[in-house]
């Protein structure tokens, strides 16, 4: 089924992003995004807008949305740190995913993607703004998940491979 969907003003899109932010609040990512979706049909560029879809989908990996959903956003998000730090939230949030889901292979694929994250945020270190320590703060949370858990850690290599969640 298939309906046209209904254009909102651009003088709606700073409550629209508020209300985006209270539902990703609520635990309701998905209505998080259509309203992002609504932004980016009236602003295609809207860096909130775009960061928010990001994390909106970043919230649902544990109900069947895609790395790749989320990771198509980031060529649209504008300059180097936050492609990097966005990069390495994905990372993040699909290592967090695997952990929760206690299937063959998770400890294996939050180590991996952990590593990942911890990657993009050693690259987006490099290129922060002045006092922004934000991809520190994340790097050193994955850090942090990886000590206290001995159980989360890579496979043999013959015996490893990554589920990324595509």
């Keep these: 089924m298939r309906f046209d969907l209904k254009p ?6 700073p409550k629209a ?13 998905g209505l998080a995004e259509s309203i992002c979706l609504d932004i ?13 879809l990001l ?14 959903s989320a990771e198509e956003v980031l060529p649209r998000i504008e300059g180097e740190y936050d492609r990097a730090y966005y990069a390495g939230l994905i990372w993040e949030r699909q290592g967090h995913a695997h ?22 945020y050693e690259r987006a270190e490099t290129l922060r703004p002045h006092g922004n320590d934000d991809a520190i703060l994340r790097w050193n949370a994955c850090a942090r998940v990886l000590m206290r858990n001995p159980e989360i850690r890579p496979l ?8 990324t969640g595509e």
């Excluded at 909102?8 to 899109?13: G, L, R, T, Y």
């Excluded at 400890?107 to 911890?118: D, K």
Aim: glycine share 2%; net charge negative.
């Design 8 to 13: 909102i003003s651009n003088e709606a899109v």
């Design 17 to 29: 992003l508020e209300k985006a932010e209270r539902y990703r609040l609520l635990n309701e990512p």
């Design 40 to 52: 980016l049909a009236v602003l295609p560029s809207h860096q909130e807008a775009l960061i928010s």
């Design 55 to 68: 994390l909106a989908r970043t919230d649902q990996f544990d109900r069947g949305v895609t790395m790749q």
């Design 99 to 120: 952990l929760r889901q206690y299937a063959l292979c998770s400890h294996a694929n939050t180590f991996h993607a952990l590593r990942e994250a911890m990657k993009h």
């Design 156 to 163: 043999p290599d013959a015996e490893f491979e990554p589920i």
